[in-house]
């Protein structure tokens, strides 16, 4: 239920934080679960290929400034996925983490 009522804010915050907790889950693992990682950096890829496609909309409300901020993060996140699903390892995962937990903290305000 909070889910279907859940401002779209507040649902890409919880994407985020599955994606981060996801990621985290890997990073973990003993041993390390390199299946689990790629599927946590597709899933990550997935959804920043969403993120990325609405800032590049026409109709996006967003001034410049955050538009071009947004993207170069996307760039960094996409790059960074593809290399875990290519080669999966627990450091550069770090980075991705924290990315999306911080833009998650700032969603929910």
Known sequence: ????????????????????????????????????????????RKLWTVFLSSVLRAENPLDAATKMNIKKIAMFVLDRCHSLEINPSAEPMSALININRNLAEGLRG
């Open 1 to 44: 239920m909070a889910q279907t009522t859940a401002n779209p804010r507040e649902r890409e915050a919880q994407l985020l934080l599955r994606a981060a907790a996801r990621f985290a889950a890997a990073q973990t693992a003993e041993p390390f679960d390199r299946t689990a990682a790629r599927e946590a950096a597709t899933f990550n």
